[in-house]
C-alpha cells in the first residue's frame, strides 16, 4: 500500500494541494488572492519536482488499475507545466476582470490531477473516472465568467456536449467488458489473444471508446462544440484547456489504442487515418475565415488535435508504435508550451465585455510592445511548424513516424495543411508589424514572465531538442504495459 | 573550443554577435546601429576571405568541416555539420560582400523602424551563409525556412504599398514548394540512416522509380524559389514591392539558394533521375528564358524589368545546370555569381534614382546622361554586363552555359541551346531599350534637370560590383580554378549513374 502511495506521489500532492487549498481559501481574504494563486503553483511545483523522478520507472499500482511509468511521467510534466502557466495566466487577468474568486484555482488543480490520473490508467474504469475528474472543473471554469452570456453559454455547451461524449465512452467500456469480460487493459489482451477474432460487439465498443475520446480531443467530426466553448470561456482557462484536455484525451486515446487493442489495429487504424485526416483539414480550413483571435486559436486547436491524431494510424504498425507515441508526446510538449504562449498573449490584449479579441485589434503591436509582438511571432511560426521552434521538430518527428509507416498520403496531407495554416497564422504576424495601430495592453509580471518563458522554451526546444526527444522517445517505447 | 571558433562558424554565426549588439542600443542612436550593422557585416566579408585564404581550390572535398553530433536519439542521426567546397565557395563571398553593400544602400532610405530593419538583415545573412554551408539535410532545412522569416518582415514593414500581399505571397510559394522537399529528406533520412548529405551520395543506391519522386520533391522547393517558369509569378512581386536593399539580396542570394540546391542536392543525390529529367528541365529554362525576355520588353517599370529579366538569366543557369558537363555546369555556377553581381548592381541603380525621384517609371526620365554623367557612365557599364557583353561578367558565364549545352550528351540536341541564345539578342533589346529611354535623348522633364549625380557613397556601394564586372569578364581563370575540382566530383557520379541508365 505505501508503495503504492508512493508510487502516485505526484498525484496525490496535487490532489492534497487542491484539499487543503479548498479549506485555506476559506481564510484569504477577497483582496489577498494572490496567495491562493501563489500556493496553487507551489504544489504543481512540488508535484513535477516528483514527477522528474518518474520518468525512467515502470511500475504498477493499486492492484494494476494505475501504470506508473515513463508515459505517465511525461504526460504529467505536461499537465504541471500547463497548469502553473495557466496559473500565471490567470492571476492579474481575474483580478482586472473581477472575477478574483480562489475558487479558479482549486478548480485547476481538480482538473490537473484528472488528467494526471487519466494518464497513469491501466484500466478502462479509471479512465472514465479520470475523464469526469478532468471534465467537471473545466465544465465550472468555463462558466466562471458568469453572468457574462457567452461564458455561460459556454459552460452550457460544453457541459452538454461534455455529457454526451462521456456517455459514448462509458456505453463503449460496457460493451468491451462485456466482450472480453475485463476492464484492465491487460486482462483485455490476453482475452482478445484467447479469442482469437473480433466479435462486433468488441468492435462496436472500440469504435464508441473512440468517439468518446475524439469528443475530448476535437477530432473532427466531434468538434462542434469547440469554437463556442473557447470563445466564450475566460481566456487563461482555455488556454489551460486547450493543453492539457487535450493532452488528457491523447493520453487515454494513446494508451487504450496502444496498449489495449493492438491486435485490432487493423480495423482502428485506417479510421483513425481517416479521422487525422479530416480534422487537419477542416481545422485548417475554418481557421481561414476567423476574425476573432479565439476563434481562429480554437480552430487552430482542432488542427492541431489532427496532426497529434496521426500518431495514430502510425502506431498501428507495431514497428512503428513507439516512436509514433514518443512523437505524439514530443508534440503534444511542444503545442503545449506554443499554445500556452499564444493564449497568454490574447489575455495580455483582452479587455472587459470581450474587447480587444479582433485580430484587428493586434495593429500596432510590434511598435507598443515590441517583445510581445515578438514572442507572438515566435508562436505563430511555432504553430505553423516553422523553424527553428518546438513545432517545427515536433512535426518532423511526427512526419517521420507517419512516413515510416508507409503512410505518404497522410504525411502529404499533414504538410498540405500546414502550408494552409501558414496563411492565417502570418496573418496575425502582418497585423502587428505592418498595420499601424494604438493597441491597449497589459503589462503585469506574471503574464510577461509566462509569455517570455514559453516563448524561450519553444526556441530552446526547436534548437536543442535532443534532450527532450530521449524523454519522449523512451517514455513512448514505456507505453505498453507490462 | 577550437570547433566553437572554427573559420565555418565564425562566417555563419558572426552576424549575430552584431543582432545582440543592436538590441541593447536604445532608441534614438541611429546611426550607431546603421555602423554596428555594417562593421558587422564587414567582419563578416573578412572572416569569408580567411575562410577562401584556407581553402585549397585543387581538393574537390568538403574543408573547414566542423561536424559535431546534434541529435543523435531515438533513430535519429543529426549533425550540426557545414563545410565548405567549390560548389559553394563563390556563393558564400557572394552573399557577404552583397550584405554590406546592402546596407550601406539603405543608409538613408531606411528611416522608419532603423533597429528593426537591421536586425533583420543580419538575421538574414545568418540563414543565407548557413544555406550554403550545412551539409546535413536538417540543417540546411532549417536555415532554407529560416531565410524565410527575415525576407518576408524586409518585404512586408518596409516594402511598397502592395507590400503586405507581397510577402504573403513570397511566403506561401516558397514554403508550398519546402513542405514537399521536407518530405523527401524524411525519407532520405529514414531510409539512408543519416541526414549527412555526403554520406548518403556515398551510399547512393536509391531505386530509380524513387529517385524520380524524390527528385521532384526536392525540384518543387528550388524550382520555385529560382524561380523557373512557370512558378515565378511571385517573383515580380517580391521584387517591386521590397526595398531596395531587399531587392539586392533577394535578386542576389535568395534566388541562388534555389540553383545551388539543384546542384548541390539534386544532381548528386538522384543522378539517374537527374539525367532522365534534363531535357525537361533544361526545356522549361528555355522557356524561362524567352519568356522573361518577352515579358520584360514591355515593362514601363524599372524594377520590374529588371525583376523580369531575372527570370531569364536564371534560365540560362537552369540551363547549364542540366547540361550536365563541365562547361555547362561551371557557366551556371558563375553565372550565378555574375547575376548576382549585375542585378544587384541594377537594383541598386534603380534604388538611387529612386529616391530622387520617387517614380519608377521609365517615361518619367529621359536625357538623364546630361545632368548625372557618373550615375549614366555606371549604368550603362552595368546594362552592357546584364546583357553579356564581351569582356564584362556576363559574357562569360552565358557563354560557357550555352557552348556546355551545344555540347551536351545529356540533352542531346543542339536546340536547347540555339534557341537560349536568342535570349542573350532579346536581352540586348530590352536592357537597351532601357537605357536609351532613360538616359538619352533630349533633356524635356522640368523635374529632371535638379537631379543630382551620385555621391560617394553611391558610388561606394557600386564600386566593388564595378571591379568584378570587369575582372570575371577579362580573366575569369580564378573563378573557374576554384570550383573546377568539385564541379568534376559531381560530374563523376552523374556519369556512372548515366552508364547504369538502360
Known amino acids: 500500500m505505501s508503495q503504492d502511495l508512493l508510487a502516485t506521489l505526484p498525484l496525490l500532492v496535487v490532489l492534497s494541494s487542491a484539499i487543503l487549498l479548498t479549506l485555506v481559501d476559506l481564510v484569504i481574504p477577497a483582496d489577498r488572492k494572490g496567495w491562493t494563486a501563489l500556493l496553487a503553483a507551489l504544489g504543481l511545483l512540488a508535484a513535477l519536482v516528483v514527477s522528474l523522478g518518474n520518468l525512467g520507472t515502470q511500475q504498477q499500482a493499486f492492484g494494476g488499475m494505475l501504470a506508473v511509468d515513463g508515459f505517465s511521467a511525461f504526460l504529467n510534466i505536461v499537465f504541471l507545466l500547463a497548469g502553473i502557466v495557466g496559473i500565471g495566466l490567470a492571476y492579474d487577468y481575474l483580478r482586472r476582470m473581477e472575477l478574483l474568486h480562489g475558487e479558479y484555482y482549486i478548480l485547476l488543480l481538480f482538473s490537473i490531477s484528472g488528467m494526471m490520473l487519466m494518464a497513469q490508467a491501466a484500466d478502462l474504469i479509471v479512465v472514465f473516472l479520470a475523464l469526469e475528474l478532468l471534465s467537471i472543473p473545466l465544465y465550472v471554469l468555463s462558466g466562471f465568467a458568469s453572468p457574462r452570456r457567452e461564458s455561460q453559454e459556454s459552460a452550457m455547451k460544453y457541459f452538454l456536449l461534455g455529457a454526451f461524449a462521456s456517455g459514448f465512452l462509458v456505453y463503449g467500456i460496457a460493451l468491451v467488458y462485456g466482450a472480453t469480460g475485463s476492464s484492465g487493459l491487460r486482462e483485455i489482451v490476453t482475452a482478445l489473444a484467447q479469442a482469437g477474432s473480433a466479435t462486433p460487439m468488441l468492435m462496436m465498443g472500440v469504435t464508441m471508446i473512440l468517439v468518446g475520446l475524439g469528443f475530448k480531443v476535437a477530432a473532427v467530426p466531434f468538434h462542434m462544440w469547440i469554437p463556442d466553448v473557447y470563445h466564450g470561456a475566460p481566456s487563461p482557462i482555455v488556454g489551460f484547456m486547450s493543453v492539457g484536455a487535450k493532452a488528457g484525451g491523447f493520453a487515454a486515446l494513446l494508451r487504450v489504442f496502444i496498449a489495449a487493442f493492438p491486435s485490432l489495429a487493423g480495423a482502428w487504424g485506417p479510421l483513425a487515418m481517416w479521422l487525422a485526416a479530416i480534422t487537419m483539414t477542416w481545422g485548417n480550413v475554418a481557421a481561414i475565415a476567423q476574425r476573432n483571435i479565439k476563434r481562429m486559436l480554437a480552430y487552430s486547436s482542432i488542427a492541431h488535435a489532427g496532426y497529434i491524431l496521426m500518431a495514430l494510424p502510425a502506431a498501428a504498425d507495431p514497428a512503428v508504435a513507439g516512436d509514433a507515441v514518443g512523437a505524439a508526446l514530443f508534440y503534444l510538449l511542444a503545442y503545449a508550451l506554443t499554445n500556452l504562449g499564444a493564449w497568454g498573449v490574447v489575455v495580455a490584449l483582452e479587455r472587459r465585455e470581450g474587447q480587444g479579441l479582433a485580430i484587428e485589434d493586434y495593429a500596432g503591436l510590434a511598435e507598443r510592445r515590441p517583445g510581445l509582438a515578438l514572442a507572438m511571432v515566435v508562436f505563430m511560426l511555432s504553430l505553423t511548424g516553422l523553424p527553428p521552434t518546438a513545432g517545427f521538430i515536433g512535426k518532423f518527428y511526427l512526419f517521420r513516424a507517419v512516413l515510416q509507416a508507409d503512410l505518404v498520403w497522410l504525411a502529404i496531407v499533414g504538410v498540405v495543411t500546414s502550408l494552409v495554416s501558414a496563411y492565417y497564422y502570418l496573418r496575425v504576424v502582418i497585423v502587428m508589424y505592418m498595420q499601424p495601430g494604438e493597441p491597449e495592453v497589459r503589462s503585469e509580471a506574471w503574464l510577461n514572465g509566462s509569455v517570455a518563458i514559453t516563448a524561450l522554451a519553444t526556441l530552446i526546444f526547436g534548437l536543442l531538442p535532443a534532450p527532450l526527444f530521449a524523454l519522449a522517445s523512451q517514455a513512448g517505447l514505456l507505453a505498453f504495459l507490462p | ?502
Open chain 2, 1 to 502: 573550443m577550437d570547433n566553437l571558433l572554427a573559420t565555418l562558424n565564425l562566417v555563419t554565426c558572426f552576424p549575430l554577435l552584431g543582432v545582440l549588439v543592436l538590441v541593447l542600443l536604445p532608441k534614438g542612436r541611429e546611426t550607431a546601429m546603421r555602423w554596428t550593422a555594417l562593421v558587422t557585416s564587414l567582419v563578416t566579408f573578412g572572416l569569408s576571405l580567411l575562410m577562401l585564404v584556407q581553402f585549397q581550390s585543387s581538393n574537390p572535398d568538403l574543408q573547414l568541416v566542423v561536424r559535431v553530433p546534434w541529435i543523435q536519439v531515438a533513430g535519429w542521426n543529426i549533425d550540426y555539420f557545414l563545410g565548405v567546397d567549390g560548389l559553394s565557395i563563390l556563393l558564400v563571398l557572394l552573399t557577404t560582400l552583397l550584405t554590406p553593400i546592402s546596407l550601406v544602400s539603405t543608409w538613408d532610405a531606411i528611416q522608419e523602424r532603423v533597429k528593426e530593419f537591421l536586425v533583420f538583415f543580419l538575421l538574414l545573412e545568418v540563414g543565407m551563409v548557413g544555406v550554403f554551408l550545412a551539409q546535413d539535410l536538417f540543417l540546411f532545412y532549417i536555415f532554407w525556412e529560416f531565410t524565410l522569416v527575415p525576407m518576408y518582415f524586409l518585404i512586408g514593414i518596409w516594402g511598397g504599398e502592395r507590400r503586405m500581399y507581397a510577402a504573403i505571397k513570397f511566403f506561401l510559394y516558397t514554403m508550398a514548394g519546402s513542405i514537399l522537399m521536407l518530405l523527401a529528406i524524411l525519407w532520405l533520412g529514414i531510409n539512408g540512416g543519416s541526414f549527412s548529405v555526403p554520406d548518403l551520395i556515398a551510399q547512393g543506391g536509391i531505386p530509380a522509380n524513387i529517385q524520380m519522386w524524390l527528385f521532384l520533391a526536392f525540384a518543387a522547393a528550388f524550382a520555385i524559389k529560382v524561380p523557373m517558369w512557370p512558378l515565378h509569378s511571385w517573383l515580380p512581386d517580391a521584387h517591386v514591392e521590397a526595398p531596395t536593399a531587399g531587392s539586392v539580396i533577394l535578386a542576389g542570394v535568395l534566388l541562388k539558394m534555389g540553383t545551388y540546391g539543384f546542384l548541390r542536392f539534386n544532381i548528386p543525390l538522384f543522378p539517374q533521375a537527374a539525367v532522365q529529367a534534363a531535357p525537361w528541365v533544361a526545356l522549361l529554362g528555355v522557356i524561362g528564358i524567352l519568356y522573361g525576355a518577352a515579358v520584360s520588353y514591355p515593362q514601363r517599370d524599372i524594377k520590374k524589368l529588371v525583376a523580369y529579366s531575372s527570370v531569364s538569366h536564371l534560365g540560362f543557369v537552369m540551363l547549364g545546370l542540366f547540361a550536365l558537363n563541365e562547361q555547362g555546369v561551371q557557366g551556371s555556377l558563375l553565372q550565378m555569381v555574375n547575376h548576382g553581381i549585375s542585378t544587384g548592381a541594377l537594383f541598386l541603380i534603380v534604388g538611387m534614382i529612386y529616391e530622387r525621384r520617387h517614380t519608377r517609371a521609365m517615361d518619367a526620365f529621359g536625357g538623364l546622361w546630361k545632368v548625372m554623367p557618373v550615375y549614366a557612365v555606371l549604368t550603362l557599364i552595368v546594362t552592357l554586363s546584364s546583357m553579356g557583353l564581351p569582356g564584362l561578367n556576363g559574357f562569360v558565364g552565358e557563354f560557357a552555359i550555352l557552348l556546355g549545352a551545344f555540347g551536351s550528351e545529356t540533352l542531346g540536341s543542339a536546340l536547347f541551346a540555339s534557341f537560349g541564345a536568342l535570349g542573350v539578342i532579346l536581352a540586348a533589346i530590352y536592357m537597351l531599350q532601357m537605357f536609351q529611354k532613360m538616359f538619352l535623348g533630349p533633356l524635356d522633364k522640368s523635374e529632371n534637370e535638379g537631379l543630382a549625380d551620385l555621391n560617394w557613397r553611391e558610388v561606394a556601394t557600386l564600386a566593388p560590383l564595378l571591379v568584378l564586372i570587369f575582372w570575371i569578364g577579362l580573366y575569369p581563370k580564378p573563378f573557374f580554378d576554384l570550383m573546377g575540382p568539385s564541379v568534376d566530383k559531381v560530374l563523376a557520379i552523374v556519369q556512372t549513374a548515366a552508364v547504369a541508365l538502360p
